[in-house]
């Protein structure tokens, strides 16, 4: 008897895709392709967005969410103040966003005073 455990190679054919999956990467490339087209600066200004938005939700929340919030604030700080002007004619937009939602940040983390 062999003490050779290896299997023995096998030509067995592919698995075919079926319909929905080669729909599916049909819809990823198509995707792709159409992303391929947008300048990056407008694809990371929109991602940026949704760094804000994640931000203003864990800041809605109740209990708000501070921890959470603070990352999401941190990662667009980076995006905002690392790529700067390269974010074209959204970088403006983005400084003032950043700038808003830290202000709420702060006045989320602040003790609340009582009325005077």
Same mark, same amino acid.
């Given at each position: 008897?062999?003490?050779?455990?290896t299997?023995?190679?096998?030509?067995?054919?592919?698995?075919?895709?079926?319909?929905?999956?080669?729909?599916?990467?049909?819809a $990823?490339?198509?995707?792709?392709?159409r !992303?391929? /087209?947008?300048?990056?600066?407008? %694809?990371? #200004?929109?991602?940026?967005?949704g =760094?804000f938005?994640?931000?203003?939700?864990?800041l809605?929340?109740e209990?708000?969410?501070?921890?959470?919030?603070?990352?999401?604030i941190?990662?667009l700080g980076?995006? $905002?103040?690392?790529l700067?002007e390269? !974010?074209g /004619?959204?970088?403006?937009?983005? %400084?003032? #966003?950043l700038?808003?939602?830290? =202000?709420?940040?702060?006045?989320k983390?602040?003790?609340?005073t009582?009325?005077?």
């Amino acid at each position: 008897m062999s003490s050779d455990h290896t299997m023995p190679a096998t030509d067995s054919p592919k698995p075919e895709m079926d319909e929905g999956t080669a729909e599916a990467l049909e819809a $990823v490339a198509e995707a792709r392709r159409r !992303l391929a /087209e947008v300048p990056a600066a407008i %694809v990371v #200004a929109n991602h940026a967005m949704g =760094l804000f938005e994640l931000a203003a939700i864990h800041l809605s929340a109740e209990p708000v969410r501070l921890s959470d919030a603070q990352v999401a604030i941190d990662a667009l700080g980076l995006l $905002v103040d690392g790529l700067g002007e390269r !974010l074209g /004619e959204h970088h403006d937009t983005l %400084v003032a #966003a950043l700038g808003n939602i830290r =202000l709420v940040f702060v006045q989320k983390s602040s003790p609340a005073t009582p009325n005077e």
